[in-house]
């Protein structure tokens, strides 16, 4: 039986094995017929049309769309981002440049001992893959919705850590900052730290 | 008093306030049915269309017409110079020149003249539209021929052999029109279909007008002069800036003009439809001109739909259809019309007249039945071919699909 599903030779198969399967020349569809064809076209001048006028109207993207990349903060202002570079080992594209640098008591931008100095994603290299996000181990990087990233120079479309950094939200301060107190980076891993503390506020 | 003798009334500047108004009204409509073509054909294919410059879009002809000024006018160094920028003028001037015989209004008064809205009346007025129509060819063949290049030169030579084996259809199509209404002055034979319109007796002639019509202005589907895939651009690869224009204009005032002339010669010209003849006399007869104006816009969206529904013909089908069909059965009615007019001016009893209609109507059913019969016999004997067939054919590589499909099926035990 096995034999059976090894391909044929050429020489096993003669022309009259071939099923040959006639091709339906159709009846004449008649006057009625060709006025259908017309009909078409001209029943589609009164309904809607598919276009999306888009500078005005935006449709919305599809809910996880690949847009522009965002670097997220902890619920108290601290980055994310410890500077780790795996996004940038990731990329396919070599669109993205990191340097790490060491935290310090006075210079605290992320919990635990590193952050990301320098943070660099080259949108003209960008291929909107994805693969940084699924290699952030912090989920310091993710994708948001928003597509309008056409710009008139290769200066513009390199986009640095302030350019792609989120935004401080409700209860969050600007780094640097001392960690919540008594805390340490696995608690804010944990998503123990909900807000920022009073005496984190150094200014 | 006829229109004829109107016109001749007419002064010096009641003639030049008239070539004028045509001059005007052509230009407008052109940019007006370049924008009312482009919207409809968007909506046919669930698009807006242009609807960004001006309300709704509206002037966005205009403001192609100042690009397309506003652009490099080139003329390519292996060019004719001369024929060169002399073929689109000649495009140009000869589409308008045929608007000169169309009345577009009845009896009106203008400035306190009395006159019709018609520039000149000549006794062989439908002629004349069909010579302008000819020269207006030479604009194709010369800006093909004098563009030193090849595309063009196909698109100019296509053009030709188009408009001129289409000319002999649309000619002919137009023969029976004269012969009922006894003139070829544009104003006589609007005056004679004042009763019945000759779309409707004469319809087989209208058939025949209405393709022919669309075949002489290059319109899709019979636009081969211009067929982007083959051609490029056709006669006007090589043309830019306002030379460019002057074509794009040429070509949407034909379609105005023959729309013009096919409700001139068929639709009863600027007489009011069937039972409406009251408005005739509304605005002091210039409500006659929009009649006359909705008719040619009815044509003209025949136009646009045709060329939202239909893709373009081959050009060796388009050119059997123009010379096999169109022509031979527009001769063949002549006949018949002849015949039956010749009949009823004669005197000839009633009896004669219906016997011979009948006569010709069982001659084209028996036809028809023989053409079906021939073509089911083509159909069948091809069927005998297919099943066996005599030419070589490709092998196929594997034969394993179906093997597999019945296999899995019991379990997939085999492995």
């Known amino acids: 039986m096995s034999e059976q599903l090894e391909p044929l030779k050429k020489s096993e198969i003669s022309v009259n094995d071939i099923a040959y399967t006639q091709m339906e020349t159709g009846e004449s569809v008649g006057l009625l017929g060709h006025l259908k064809g017309f009909w078409v076209p001209f029943s589609k001048i009164f309904k809607k049309t598919l276009t999306v006028e888009y500078p005005e109207v935006k449709a919305p993207t599809a809910e996880r769309f690949h847009g522009r990349h965002q670097l997220n903060r902890h619920p108290d202002g601290l980055e994310k981002c410890i500077g780790c570079e795996l996004c940038a080992w990731a990329c396919p594209a070599d669109a993205i440049y990191v340097e790490g640098a060491d935290n310090t008591p006075e210079n605290q931008m992320s919990p635990g001992e590193r952050y990301g100095k320098v943070y660099q994603i080259n949108y003209l290299r960008c291929v909107f893959c994805g693969l940084c996000i699924e290699a952030c181990p912090t989920r310091a990087l993710t994708m948001t919705n928003e597509y309008e990233l056409a710009d008139d120079s290769r200066e513009k479309l390199i986009f640095e850590k302030e350019d792609l950094l989120g935004p401080l939200r409700q209860g969050m301060l600007m780094p640097p900052h001392p960690m919540y107190p008594d805390m340490d980076e696995s608690n804010y891993y944990k998503g123990d730290v909900k807000q920022s503390h009073p005496s984190q506020d150094v200014k | 008093?006829?229109?004829?003798?109107?016109?001749?009334?007419?002064?010096?500047?009641?003639?030049?306030?008239?070539?004028?108004?045509?001059?005007?009204?052509?230009v407008v409509l052109t940019l007006m049915s370049v924008w009312g073509e482009r919207r409809l054909v968007g909506r046919m294919q669930e698009r807006p269309g242009p609807n960004r410059v001006g309300p709704f879009g509206l002037i966005q002809a205009l403001a192609d017409g100042v690009k397309l000024a506003l652009k490099e006018d080139l003329i390519p160094a292996a060019a004719d110079?001369?024929?060169?920028?002399?073929?689109?003028?000649?495009?140009?001037?000869?589409?308008?020149?045929?608007f000169a015989v169309i009345p577009i209004t009845g009896q009106?008064?203008?400035?306190?003249?009395?006159?019709?809205?018609?520039?000149?009346?000549?006794?062989?007025?439908?002629?004349?539209?069909?010579?302008?129509?000819?020269?207006?060819?030479?604009?194709?063949?010369?800006?093909?021929?004098?563009?030193?290049?090849?595309?063009?030169?196909?698109?100019?030579?296509?053009?030709?052999?188009?408009?001129?084996s289409y000319e002999v259809a649309m000619g002919l199509s137009l023969v029976a029109v004269f012969i009922y209404a006894g003139s070829m002055s544009t104003s006589d034979i609007v005056a004679a279909q004042s009763t019945w319109w000759y779309g409707v007796v004469l319809?087989?002639?209208?058939?025949?007008?209405?393709?022919?019509?669309?075949?002489?202005?290059?319109?899709?589907?019979?636009?081969?002069?211009?067929?982007?895939?083959?051609?490029?651009?056709?006669?006007?690869?090589?043309?830019?800036?306002?030379?460019?224009?002057?074509?794009?204009?040429?070509?949407?005032?034909?379609?105005?003009?023959?729309?013009?002339?096919?409700?001139?010669?068929?639709?009863?010209?600027?007489?009011?439809?069937?039972?409406?003849?009251?408005?005739?006399?509304?605005?002091?007869?210039?409500?006659?001109?929009?009649?006359?104006?909705?008719?040619?816009?009815?044509?003209?969206?025949?136009?646009?739909?045709?060329?939202?529904?239909?893709?373009?013909?081959?050009?060796?089908?388009?050119?059997?259809?123009?010379?096999?069909?169109?022509?031979?059965?527009?001769?063949?009615?002549?006949?018949?019309?002849?015949?039956?007019?010749?009949?009823?001016?004669?005197?000839?009893?009633?009896?004669?007249?219906?016997?011979?209609?009948?006569?010709?109507?069982?001659?084209?059913?028996?036809?028809?039945?023989?053409?079906?019969?021939?073509?089911?016999?083509?159909?069948?004997?091809?069927?005998?071919?297919?099943?066996?067939?005599?030419?070589?054919?490709?092998?196929?590589?594997?034969?394993?699909?179906?093997?597999?499909?019945?296999?899995?099926?019991?379990?997939?035990?085999?492995?």
């Open chain 2, 1 to 26: 008093m006829t229109t004829a003798e109107l016109i001749a009334a007419d002064s010096g500047t009641t003639i030049l306030i008239k070539a004028l108004l045509v001059f005007v009204f052509c």
């Open chain 2, 81 to 98: 110079k001369i024929v060169f920028v002399l073929a689109p003028i000649i495009s140009a001037t000869t589409c308008f020149m045929s």
């Open chain 2, 108 to 164: 009106v008064s203008l400035f306190g003249k009395t006159t019709a809205m018609q520039l000149t009346d000549l006794p062989v007025g439908v002629l004349y539209v069909l010579a302008i129509a000819s020269v207006g060819v030479y604009g194709i063949v010369l800006a093909g021929w004098s563009s030193g290049s090849t595309y063009p030169l196909l698109g100019g030579l296509r053009s030709s052999a188009q408009v001129i």
């Open chain 2, 203 to 415: 319809f087989p002639s209208f058939a025949i007008f209405a393709i022919s019509m669309v075949g002489e202005t290059n319109r899709a589907p019979f636009d081969l002069a211009e067929a982007e895939g083959e051609l490029v651009g056709g006669f006007h690869t090589e043309y830019s800036s306002l030379k460019f224009a002057l074509f794009f204009l040429a070509e949407y005032v034909n379609i105005i003009a023959v729309s013009a002339l096919a409700t001139t010669l068929f639709l009863g010209g600027y007489h009011a439809p069937p039972g409406l003849g009251f408005t005739e006399a509304w605005l002091g007869g210039w409500f006659t001109g929009i009649w006359f104006f909705s008719k040619v816009l009815v044509f003209f969206f025949v136009f646009v739909w045709l060329r939202g529904t239909l893709p373009r013909l081959r050009y060796d089908q388009f050119m059997q259809f123009g010379w096999k069909i169109l022509i031979p059965v527009s001769i063949l009615w002549i006949l018949v019309v002849a015949t039956l007019r010749t009949l009823s001016l004669e005197g000839a009893p009633r009896i004669v007249v219906v016997g011979f209609a009948s006569f010709v109507v069982l001659l084209v059913m028996a036809a028809n039945i023989g053409f079906d019969n021939a073509k089911k016999k083509k159909l069948a004997s091809l069927e005998v071919e297919t099943s066996e067939p005599s030419f070589a054919v490709p092998s196929i590589p594997m034969n394993v699909s179906n093997i597999n499909v019945s296999q899995s099926s019991k379990g997939g035990d085999h492995v």
